[in-house]
């Protein structure tokens, strides 16, 4: 029993394991699942930049030449981050009118120069991602790991428990029937030696019974022997009997 209780408290501390595991599995999962949604939404972001300045550039080089009006639209969609990059970037006006000269020069070079940088961002998050993507892979399977082998650890041992009890209970049978067995054997004894000394003092009184026997005949033995005895057996065979004195008469 000992042993089936030291099992018991194995099981519970790998059952504890699990749940923790399971819990932790459950937390890596949700972290994963945010830095994929930041990754797919930083991804998107720059990939729509990098597209966004390409069409300005390819419109800005095909139209690069002073013209009055508005700002063309293709440049509104990109001054924002141009405007980031180079917070003194201008557009010199030749009059108070809406007429406007642009650097076309320096935003084609600005242009490309961000275009090339978003574009390195972009490779660097997919190498970010392939890295965090892995790291969760191999902290996944080592959970896996780590489940499989406290669930292998309670299966084994909840066998080991079963079978420990088992024999628990065929050794308390065992002892119990042991004990009837040796009760039933005192008993058996008892009776034996009762039965023993019976029969031995029987013995006894029939040895005393048999030596006054012997006694008996050894004096009887010893009356017969005497002279007197064998003088008498003597006299008494040399007279005639009474039978043969009859017959003398007779004749």
Do not use: W
Not at 62 to 82: C, D, I, K, T, W
Not at 132 to 138: D, N, P, Q, T, V
Not at 179 to 192: G, H, I, P
């Amino acid at each position: 029993e000992s042993e089936a209780e030291r099992l018991t408290s194995e099981i519970a501390a790998h059952n504890d394991e699990i749940a923790t595991t399971t819990a932790d599995m459950k937390a890596a999962k949700v972290a994963r699942n945010a830095q994929e949604e930041e990754y797919l939404a930083m991804h998107q972001n720059f990939t729509e930049s990098v597209q966004a300045i390409a069409k300005a550039l390819s419109a800005l080089k095909s139209q690069n030449y002073e013209r009055p009006g508005q700002m063309p639209a293709f440049l509104q969609g990109v001054m924002p981050m141009l405007m980031q990059e180079d917070p003194d970037l201008t557009f010199l006006p030749d009059v108070p009118t809406t007429a406007y000269k642009p650097k076309s020069a320096d935003v084609i070079t600005m242009l490309e120069e961000l275009q090339g940088k978003f574009r390195l961002k972009v490779e660097e998050l997919d190498k970010e991602e392939v890295k965090r993507k892995h790291a969760s892979e191999m902290l996944a399977q080592d959970h896996a790991d780590a489940m499989a082998a406290a669930e292998a650890a309670v299966a084994t041992k909840t066998e080991s428990k079963a079978k420990h009890l088992q024999q628990a209970e065929q050794l308390k049978s065992d002892l119990q029937e042991l004990a009837k067995t040796v009760e039933e054997t005192k008993s058996y004894l008892a009776e034996l030696t009762s039965l023993c000394g019976q029969k031995a003092d029987e013995y006894k009184a029939r040895q005393g019974m048999r030596t006054e026997e012997i006694a008996a005949l050894e004096k009887a033995i010893e009356i017969m022997s005497s002279d007197d005895i064998k003088a008498a057996a003597k006299r008494r065979s040399a007279a005639p009997s009474g039978v043969a004195k009859a017959l003398l008469q007779l004749r």
